[in-house]
């Protein structure tokens, strides 16, 4: 992976979604905007409760999307998604998502790049298991390939071994068959293809001392 993108924490984002509408302001001429509001426009949005609610749909979906991106980072149509679900105006969504993504706070490539390096080191997902994660946010397919693209096969093959080596210990006692399922059935499932599964399971088996003949018999070639 060439890439670590790291999200900043919960404690901060109200700050960093402020500086960077500050930025783009001072970019424009304009004035940055007190600490603690982000404004656009006409409206603005304290990031302290108490200061009465948004009035406009724009305020509504800003305060939305921060209180989202607030938790964890949020593709774009994560975040129309959930002004969708609220109800907030398509015109006033698009406005606000734009907003977003030209200062920063919405990133669909470095989302997709984060999950892959999380979910890959985290979970040992495979490549065809994170793309399918990513499409399910509606991260773009050009976005998608680039990232897992990061993921080469020689490091998915080493997170394959390193995932039946765990598993192995669990699967003693259990007779050849059982065992072949059970390894190989996890790793499909973390997304990794049928002979790239069935060779590293070949392997560890053999490693363990099992008859590669008797494997050879159970296991197609891969």
Same mark, same amino acid.
Request: hydrophobic share 35%; glycine share 10%; proline share 5%.
């Given at each position: 992976?060439?890439?670590?993108?790291?999200?900043?924490?919960?404690?901060?984002?109200? $700050?960093?979604?402020?500086?960077?509408?500050?930025?783009?302001?001072?970019?424009?001429?304009?004035?940055?905007?007190?600490?603690?509001?982000?404004?656009?426009?006409?409206? $603005?949005?304290?990031?302290?409760?108490?200061?009465?609610?948004?009035?406009?749909?724009?305020?509504?979906?800003?305060?939305?999307?921060?209180? =989202?991106?607030?938790?964890?980072?949020?593709?774009?149509?994560?975040?129309?998604?959930?002004?969708?679900?609220?109800?907030?105006?398509?015109?006033?969504?698009?406005?606000?998502?734009?907003?977003?993504?030209?200062?920063?706070?919405?990133?669909?490539?470095?989302?997709?790049?984060?999950?892959?390096? $999380?979910?890959?080191?985290?979970?040992?997902?495979?490549?065809?298991?994170?793309?399918?994660?990513?499409?399910?946010?509606?991260? %773009?397919?050009?976005?998608?390939?680039?990232?897992?693209?990061?993921? %080469?096969?020689?490091?998915?093959?080493?997170?394959?071994?390193?995932?039946?080596?765990?598993? =192995?210990?669990?699967?003693?006692? =259990?007779?050849?068959?059982?065992?072949?399922?059970?390894?190989?059935?996890?790793?499909?499932?973390?997304?990794?293809?049928?002979?790239?599964?069935?060779?590293?399971?070949?392997?560890?088996?053999?490693?363990?001392?099992?008859?590669?003949?008797?494997?050879?018999?159970?296991?197609? %070639?891969?």
């Amino acid at each position: 992976m060439t890439r670590r993108t790291e999200w900043p924490d919960s404690a901060g984002f109200g $700050s960093a979604a402020g500086d960077a509408e500050n930025r783009s302001r001072r970019n424009r001429g304009a004035a940055p905007e007190e600490d603690g509001a982000v404004r656009d426009g006409g409206g $603005s949005l304290p990031s302290r409760a108490g200061s009465g609610p948004p009035r406009t749909p724009e305020e509504q979906a800003r305060a939305i999307c921060l209180r =989202l991106l607030t938790g964890s980072a949020r593709t774009r149509r994560q975040l129309a998604d959930a002004l969708r679900e609220r109800g907030v105006p398509d015109e006033a969504a698009e406005e606000v998502l734009a907003r977003f993504e030209d200062v920063g706070l919405i990133d669909d490539a470095a989302f997709a790049d984060a999950w892959v390096e $999380s979910r890959h080191h985290g979970r040992g997902l495979a490549r065809r298991a994170l793309a399918r994660e990513l499409r399910t946010k509606g991260v %773009d397919s050009a976005l998608i390939d680039e990232a897992v693209g990061r993921l %080469d096969a020689e490091q998915e093959e080493s997170t394959a071994r390193e995932l039946v080596t765990r598993k =192995l210990r669990t699967t003693r006692g =259990l007779d050849r068959d059982k065992r072949l399922r059970r390894l190989a059935g996890m790793l499909a499932r973390k997304g990794y293809p049928e002979g790239l599964a069935l060779r590293v399971v070949r392997r560890a088996l053999e490693e363990e001392g099992e008859d590669p003949d008797l494997l050879d018999h159970h296991l197609p %070639d891969a």
